[in-house]
């Protein structure tokens, strides 16, 4: 039985160095992916942006229409929806998949501390009982995406409507 187990095993460790024998090192060139609708993402990914918008917005960057059923060559331009309970995209992609425009709206996802620290440092009795975080992108514009914090306050039975940026500038 003790010579069994020796056979065994020096059958293993010759079989393990015969492998390492007959291997080839082989290495790849570093290859860089760059995706189609890399503008979009760098114009609105925000790392202070909440989890759910964040992950629609890759969805939508990183959709193929290309691969759909519904795609045809002959239609310069295609209307996708996105859905998830927080919130929703409506995306316009070209025949190539290029992400040409969104229309984003998100209800009640986490703030920026920016936005945060504008609102209780400018009305500091107020709470924030709902928000609305709007996004607009436009692939031919310079200034690629407008992003817009719309806030209903409150404060015991009052409310009140006020808009900010992304940074906490208020809008007017």
């Keep these: 039985m003790k010579n069994i187990k020796m056979l065994l095993l020096s059958c293993i460790v010759l079989i393990g160095l015969n492998t390492r024998l007959f291997s080839q090192d082989t290495t790849l060139p570093g290859v860089t992916v760059v995706s189609l609708n890399y503008k979009y993402l760098k114009s609105v990914n925000d790392p202070s942006s909440a989890q759910p918008v964040r992950l629609l917005e890759h969805r939508a960057a990183s959709y193929d229409i290309k691969n759909t059923d519904y795609y045809e060559d002959e239609y310069d331009e295609y209307i996708v929806s996105f859905f998830i309970p927080e919130g929703e995209i409506l995306a316009t ?14 209800k009640n996802v986490a703030l920026p501390s920016a936005v945060r620290n504008a609102v209780s440092s400018r009305y500091p009795e107020w709470s924030i009982y709902k928000d609305i975080y709007t996004v607009n992108y436009y692939y031919e514009k310079s200034s690629n995406s407008k992003k817009v914090y719309k806030l209903l306050l409150e404060k015991g039975d009052e409310r009140m409507r006020v808009k900010t940026t992304e940074q906490g500038d208020f809008i007017k």
Excluded at 93 to 106: M, P, Q, V
């Design 93 to 106: 992609y070209d025949k190539d998949g290029k992400l040409l425009r969104t229309a984003e709206r998100f």
